[in-house]
């Protein structure tokens, strides 16, 4: 098997892994979404937002893949609403 | 605790094992960059964009997530190009 076909199985294998975490991640901002609604919580929160992706570079061994960290969780956060607007505007529907 | 700190505190554990998988997928990616500019691969493969976001929908236990999946994936993948350009043109600069 040549080097690139051996390099794309160990990403999809890492990419397996992140889909299963991004899954679970998404279920959790449901919950937070009924908790937030149940408790009249906006669903943006900057403060939060900023928190979870200077965290988030913060436990990069390589600070050099900030720039990329920061991209990622700027759509990870972007999905996350959607989730969340989404979850509202049906139970507002129903 | 109140509900919301625990569901917080539960993403944060997941975005850490994403940050861990998320390294160590870039790391994967410049040693692909390193192979192509070896083997005069282009660094562009739309077929191989098309396969990794076809293969992590199908992971999805919850199909209505498919096109968060698309979206997370699609930055993945840009960010990927982005390392391999740079890494590209590092390499000719030096």
Redesign the interface.
């Known amino acids: 098997m040549n ?2 076909k051996i ?2 199985d ?3 294998k ?13 279920e ?2 449901l ?2 979404a009924e ?2 609604a149940e ?1 009249n ?1 906006p669903i943006l929160n900057e403060n ?1 937002e900023k928190e ?1 992706i200077l ?2 570079i913060s ?4 600070k050099e ?1 900030s720039n ?2 920061e ?3 700027n ?2 956060l972007s ?1 996350s609403k ?2 969340q607007d989404k979850q509202l505007n049906t139970d507002t529907d129903s």
């Open positions: 080097g690139l390099l794309r160990e990403i999809d890492l990419d397996q892994d992140m889909v299963e975490i991004f899954e679970k991640r998404i959790k901002v919950k937070i908790y937030k408790n919580e939060r979870v965290k988030n436990r990069l061994k390589n893949y990329y960290v991209e990622l969780f759509t990870i999905i959607k989730i």
